[in-house]
Nanobody, 122 residues
Framework: QVQLVESGGGLVQAGGSLRLSCAAS????????MGWFRQAPGKEREFVAAISRSGSSTIYADSVKGRFTISRDNAKNTVYLQMNSLKHGDTAVYYCAAGPTSYSDYGTYRYWGQGTQVTVSS
């Protein structure tokens, strides 16, 4: 089974920061680009950020560019999402995803975590 486990969500004030982590199996992580998506209540899941297999390339949604940073630690089989300057509109369940044909091909991610709630108060 492919398992992705997110952690690090919580409640934070607007302007604050959170760091999300996603732990994956070594087998999955070593061969996969990784991405973060989010879903707010009543909304469709949207792309947030992605990182290539090697970690050399990243891409961000316009809404988070300059505030969020995706990174990966291949030794720990973990991908991170550092979220700074959080806004109320960032409130959502954040999902880790793996297994795309390309890190930037948003529609091809095959494996998903259970999600972690991020709530930004105003």
């Amino acid at each position: 089974q492919v398992q992705l486990v997110e952690s690090g969500g919580g409640l934070v004030q607007a302007g604050g920061s959170l760091r999300l982590s996603c732990a994956a199996s070594r087998r999955t992580f070593s061969v996969s680009a990784m991405g973060w998506f989010r879903q707010a209540p009543g909304k469709e899941r949207e792309f947030v950020a992605a990182i290539s297999r090697s970690g050399s390339s990243t891409i961000y949604a316009d809404s988070v560019k300059g505030r969020f940073t995706i990174s990966r630690d291949n030794a720990k089989n973990t991908v991170y999402l550092q979220m700074n300057s959080l806004k109320h509109g960032d409130t959502a369940v954040y999902y880790c995803a793996a297994g795309p044909t390309s890190y930037s091909d948003y529609g091809t991610y095959r494996y998903w975590g259970q999600g972690t709630q991020v709530t930004v108060s105003s």
